[in-house]
C-alpha cells in the first residue's frame, strides 16, 4: 500500500525573506540588454570577477560554436584561456563554468534543461564537468548569455543575481541567510521572485556549510515545483565544484529569466522540434511502466538489479550483493515517494523521474525535528550512501541523503570515502582514537551522519574523510597507520575522483570506461557492464575499444547540447531489439539528429555526432596533460575495481575465480592458496587491462602514452598552436 505524504506539511524557512534581503549591502549594479537565442544561441557569454567586481559580455565566436559547440566544449575553452599550468583549484583564477549548451531549454524534447558545469577540481587537479538539471542554465540562458564565467574571490560573503526581466546584473553581500542549500535555495527564491507566479522563473544555485570545510562539495541548482510549493534540488556533484564556489564565497547565484513560453530558443524550425518531441514522450508514457519505471521511482529501480548481477558496490567495493538488499530495493522508494506528481527537472520532460521523499522528519544535526523533502535518492545515492557502507536502512539513507544535499556534498564521493573509511576501520588502520571517537563499523548510520555534521563545522575526522580518498591514502600511510600498496589497492579513486557506484571486477570493458576517462571515473562517460559482462556483445579487445570510442563520445554529446542522459536508453522503442546495434537505441540518436536540426538549422549525420564530441574530447585531455597530469599512468585503477585484493573478497566468488584459472589462464587451482591465486589473478587481469589500453588508445588516435596525435587533433580542429605547444614534447 502507497502512503500519502503530506507535503504541504514542510518546516518554512521564508518568514523573514524581506527582512534579509534588506540587510543585503549591494556592491554592484550592472545593466544588460536581455535577449533570447536564436537559433539556440545568445551567442555572447557573460564573465564577473568578484575579486575586482567587473562585470563584462564576451562575443560567442563562430570558431566557438564550430568546435566546442555549447555546453561542457564551452567550458572547457574559458576555462584553459582563464588558468596557467601552475593555477590551483583555490587561486582567484579558477573559474567556475555553467553553461546550457545550444539544445538546453527546449520544452518540446524529454531531458532538455540541463547545464554543464566545469571549474578546476579540488580532488584532481585537472578539470571536470558535471551536467546538472534545474532552471538555472535555461533561465540565463533565456536572459541573454550561453555561458557565466565566474572568477575572482570575493572579500565576504556574495549573492550574484541575473535578472533577466529587468536587465540588471548585481553582485551583493547577502550576510544572514544560511548557505545551507534547502533554505538558501527557497530564501533566495522567495527574495528575489515578484510573487508567487514568479517563483518559476528563478532558479538559485547554492553549496551548503560542508562544501566549505572538504574537497567534495557539490552544487545544488534548484527548480521551483508548485505543486508541492517549495525548492527543489539537482546536483553538479563531483569534482568538487561547490568547494570552489564557497571558497569563492558565493553564497548563492541567482537567475531571474522571464516567464517561459514554447519556442524560447528561436528554433529554424519549431514544428520539427514538436513532432519529434512528441514521438519520445509517446514512448514514454507508453512503455515506461513496463521498463524501468522511471516515472515511479526515478533511477533507483537499479539497485536489485544491481544486486542480481552481483554489481551492487558492498562494504567498499569488496562485494556485489548483499542478502538485506530488500530493505533498499526499489519497493521501498516506490512507497517512499510521493507518486501522481510531476517530477521533472525541467518542463516537459515526460521522464519525469526527479522523484521526492516527502514529510522526512529529520533526526541528527541542526535540523533535527524538520520536515523536509528529501531529493531523491538515486541509485548512485542508495548504493554509495547504504550498501557501499553496509546501510540498509531506508531512513538513514534519506536522512543522509538530505543533509548530503543541503550541506553541499557529493552523495557518491562521500559514499565512496566514507566506506574506504569503513574498510579502513574494519582492518585496524583506523581505530576509535584515530577517529576521535568515532566507530565507523559497517552500517553504523549514526556515525557516518556524523562525518557529515563534522564536515559542516569544520572540524573532526569528518573534515579527513571530506578530503577524498586520495587525500586520506597519503595522510594514513604517511602517520604508518597501514600499508602504502595496501591503500591503494582498495582506495576507490582514479585521478583524485572517487568511484561511483558500479562493481567494474568482472567487466575489464568497464574498467576502461571508469580509469580512461578525462575527468575521472564517473558513469556519465561510459556504462559498459551490461554490454560486456552480461550479454557478452563486445568480446575482443577491439570490440571493448570501439565501444569506448564510441559511447563516451555519445555521451559527451549531451554535455555539449544541454540534455539529459536519460531519456537516450532509459526507456527504448519497441523495435529496438530489431536494429543493427541495439545499445545504441539507434532511433533515439535520430530523433536527437532532428531535434539538433530543428533547433540549429544545421543537419548532421551521425558521424558528425562523434566528431563534435571527439574535438572536445581531446582538447580535454591535452588539458589534463598541460595541468600536469594525463599520460597512461594516470589512465591506471586501483586493483579493487580489477579484481580481487584480499582473500574474504576472492572466497565469497571462489567458484567463478577458480573457474577462471582454470579456462581462461591455464592454471589448475587445485592445491593452491588462495594467496596465491590472487597473484594469479592480479598478474592475469593487469595484463588484460594494458591491452585494453593498447587497444584503446589506438583507437582513439592516441599514442601509446595517451597522447593525441598531431594528427588526431588536426582531425578534429583543435590543433591550436597552444595545444601544440603543449604535446609536442610528449611526441618527439
Ligand atoms: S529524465 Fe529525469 S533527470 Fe533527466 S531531465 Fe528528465 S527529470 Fe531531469
Known sequence: MTVAYDYRKRTSYTADAGGKRAAHTVLLEAPFTPSLPFRGYTNRSLYINLSTLEVSEKAVTEQMKEIFVGGRGFGLWYLWHAITPATKW???????????????????????????????????????????????????????????????????????????????????????????????????????????????????????????????????????????????????????????????????????????????????????????????QKEILDFDDQQNKMRKIGTAHLVEIMDAYDLLPVHNFQYGKHPDIDKIASPVWEKRFTQGIFDGCWYGCHMACSKGADCHVVKTGPYQGHIVTVDGPEYETVAGLGANCGIFDSDWILESNFYCDTYGVDTISFGTACAFAMECYQRGILNKERTGGLELTWGNGEAHLELLHQMARGEGFGVTVGQGVRKMQGLFAERGWGDRQFLTDIGMQVKGLEYSQYQSKESLAQQGGYALTNKGPQHDEAWLIFMDMVNNQIPTFEDKAEALHYFPLFRTWFGLMGLCKLPWNDIEPESNAQEKEPAKVPEHVRNYLELYAGITGKELTSEQLIAQSEGVYNFQRVFNLRMGYGGRQSDWPPYRSVGPVTKEEYESRADRYDKQLRDLIGVDPAGRSVEEKIVLHREWRENRYKMLCDAVYKRRGWTDNAIPTLETLRRFRVDFPFVLEVVKPYLT
Open 90 to 280: 583555490n587561486d582567484p583564477e579558477n573559474e567556475i563554468v555553467i553553461s546550457p549548451g545550444p539544445l538546453a531549454g527546449n520544452t518540446q524534447y524529454s531531458g532538455s534543461g540541463k547545464s554543464l558545469v566545469v571549474a578546476l577540481s579540488p580532488l584532481t587537479g585537472i578539470p571536470i564537468d558535471c551536467n546538472v538539471g534545474g532552471y538555472f542554465g535555461p533561465l540565463m540562458k533565456f536572459s541573454g548569455f550561453d555561458s557565466l564565467e565566474i572568477q575572482g574571490k570575493a572579500a565576504k560573503d556574495v549573492v550574484v543575481v541575473i535578472d533577466g526581466q529587468r536587465g540588471i546584473i548585481t553582485i551583493e553581500e547577502a550576510p544572514e541567510e544560511a548557505p545551507d542549500s534547502h533554505i538558501a535555495a527557497e530564501l533566495f527564491t522567495h527574495e528575489y521572485a515578484s510573487g508567487p507566479e514568479d517563483y518559476r522563473n528563478v532558479s538559485v544555485v547554492s553549496a551548503g556549510a560542508a562544501a566549505e570545510h572538504s574537497r567534495i562539495g557539490c552544487l545544488n541548482f534548484s527548480w521551483w515545483d508548485p505543486k508541492r510549493g517549495a525548492a527543489r534540488l539537482k546536483q553538479a556533484g563531483r569534482g568538487g565544484i561547490g568547494t570552489v564556489f564557497r571558497d569563492k564565497k558565493l553564497k548563492a547565484l541567482v537567475c531571474r529569466g522571464p516567464k517561459l513560453k514554447a519556442d524560447m530558443n528561436q528554433a529554424a524550425d519549431f514544428q520539427r522540434t514538436v513532432v519529434v518531441g512528441k514521438r519520445i
